[in-house]
């Protein structure tokens, strides 16, 4: 039984589970600089390289988010065919859902073992994926810096 309290936290906690997403990187500006031989306009050397090691990363962890979303699918599947959404209207997250949106048992959620270790599989693979999305955004900010810095140079 929840405490009348932590209702609200659990009910937000069950409607975001698995909605952690991964991002969508978009590498156009890029990869027009790359096939036009424009890349080369950017003549500090580092922020070259910095651009080409995070655009290589970023394709890196789209693949590998891909592949933890196709594996985190049938445990979001077995988490969700206990609960049963009472929401007449699209809802942003966390912010607009309410106690009674959603019915679930917690006693029979509680029992199911498969259930558990579905949960358990979703938490680990969402933290993968803000993992990855914090690193992506301290590379971008460390690159912003840098092109930030060469710019005042023509100040």
């Not at 988490?79 to 049963?84: A, R």
């Not at 607009?96 to 959620?109: A, K, R, T």
């Amino acid at each position: 039984m929840l405490r009348p309290e932590d209702e609200y936290e659990f009910t937000s906690g069950v409607f975001i589970i698995g909605k952690e997403l991964p991002p969508v990187f978009v590498s156009g500006m890029f990869e027009e600089l790359k096939s036009t031989a424009k890349f080369q306009v950017i003549t500090n050397i580092n922020i070259r390289k910095a651009l080409s090691q995070h655009m290589q990363g970023v394709s890196e962890a789209v693949d590998i988010d891909n592949k933890i979303l196709l594996r985190q699918t049938p445990h979001i599947h077995n988490i969700e065919k206990n609960i049963t959404y009472n929401i007449t209207s699209a809802l942003d997250g966390t912010a607009d859902i309410e106690v009674g949106d959603l019915s679930f048992d917690l006693d029979i959620m509680c029992s199911d073992a498969s259930l558990l270790q579905s949960l358990s599989h979703v938490r680990a693979y969402s933290q993968d994926v803000i993992f990855r999305i914090g690193g992506a955004k301290q590379q971008q900010l460390a690159i912003k810096e840098m092109i930030d810095s060469e710019l005042g140079k023509f100040q």
